[in-house]
């Protein structure tokens, strides 16, 4: 005897719809995002979206009759499509990410498992490629975004400070400017250290041009040339081979069969220390200039205080964020994360400054 199928409720017909306008959505946006990038990038976004569209069909044939007109995707389905049509790829797909690591299917009895695997295995690859995204991302645009925010934080804990104390809006604004170039001026000189230490290190460890030029002079029978591979981490066995691949390569002169033979000198940037620390200036100076913007223009201290709150808390909104994208965590979280912690620093420092013109007062 023939079972007759269960008749779907009229809630379970507007899951359904919307899981259909979702997958179509889905699929656009997977699309949309594939003609930005290309390679392999492109091919497995096509792909994502190719999946996203069985999706579509399998929602569409289970209602049947049912499927009535076209409706509108989710609200939060329709600003994932608008990102990918508006800003880079890297930060669409790393909201991507969150949003396919939250798939209403797994809790769903009416979704079936292959579909639910489907968008599991979705969110790890757009994982992949957010994080390639993020590896691929200007280490300067990285710097922009951290360095802002610790000129930020820095200095609107500073202006804050003096200002509990009960000095003067001039007081204030000069103390300001003096935290702004002293802060950007540090990190500007640690920026600097740091990259030029690194650059020392790595030219410590690259081979010296000339060890190469006297590859021709050695003794193939004693054959030094396999202990540098040996000292590199190769076997004795792996490390006699290649340096007999590289004399083979040496003696016949076929330089279209060239093999390495791992003595090449590594380039290296000698302006990349006074890059890093320029931007670094930039980028702190930038940050630590918004606190101290309305005291520009002869604002009391009160009223100086609250729009300076204002513009940092806006700012810290946007620094968080973008900080929770280049993180792979969630923008949203990470960006009231570092409001709080901007305006508790703050808070900190506001009190101190009130302690601190209280004993001096008395």
């Known amino acids: 005897m023939t079972e007759t199928p269960t008749q779907p409720t009229r809630s379970q017909i507007r899951k359904w719809r919307q899981y259909l306008a979702n997958e179509r959505a889905e699929a656009a946006t997977y699309r949309e995002l594939a003609k930005k990038r290309e390679g392999d990038e492109r091919e497995i976004l096509e792909e994502i979206a190719d999946a996203e569209s069985r ?23 329709r600003f994932m499509s608008f990102l990918a049509r508006t800003v880079s790829p890297v930060f669409a797909l790393a909201l991507m990410q969150t949003a396919e690591q939250r798939s209403p299917y797994l809790e769903d009895e009416d979704a079936p498992d292959e579909i639910a695997a489907d968008e599991a295995m979705h969110a790890e690859v757009v994982r992949a490629l957010a994080t390639q995204g993020r590896e691929k991302l200007s280490g300067s645009f990285r710097a922009a975004v951290f360095g802002a925010n610790d000129g930020l934080v820095s200095n609107v804990a500073l202006v804050l400070g003096v200002m509990g104390s009960g000095v003067s809006s001039n007081f204030i604004l000069l103390t300001g400017i003096s935290g702004l170039l002293a802060g950007a001026l540090s990190m500007a000189a640690g920026e600097y250290v740091s990259v030029k230490s690194q650059a020392e290190l790595l030219d410590a460890s690259t081979p010296d041009p000339e060890a190469r030029d006297l590859l021709p ?39 279209h069969h060239h093999v390495e033979d791992g003595l090449e000198p590594e380039d290296s940037d000698s302006s990349g220390a006074w890059s890093a620390a320029i931007a670094s200036f930039i980028f702190f100076a930038t940050g630590a200039f918004i606190p101290i913007v309305p005291f520009l223009f002869g604002a009391t201290p009160t009223v100086g205080a609250i729009v300076a709150l204002i513009l940092v808390s806006g700012a810290l909104l946007i620094t968080g964020g973008i900080t929770g994208l280049l993180s792979g965590k969630k923008p949203a979280l990470r960006a009231f994360r570092q409001l709080a912690i901007g305006l508790g620093a703050a808070l900190v420092t506001y009190v101190l400054g009130v302690v601190f013109g209280a004993l001096v007062g008395a």
């Open 55 to 77: 999706h579509e069909k399998y929602w569409r044939d289970k209602l049947g009759p049912e499927v009535g007109m076209p409706i509108k995707p989710d609200l939060h389905t």
């Open 217 to 255: 002079k050695l003794d193939v029978n004693q054959n030094e040339l396999a202990l540098v591979y040996r000292a590199r981490g190769m076997s004795a066995e792996e490390a006699d081979a290649q340096a007999k691949n590289v004399f083979w390569s040496m003696m016949t002169g076929r330089q």
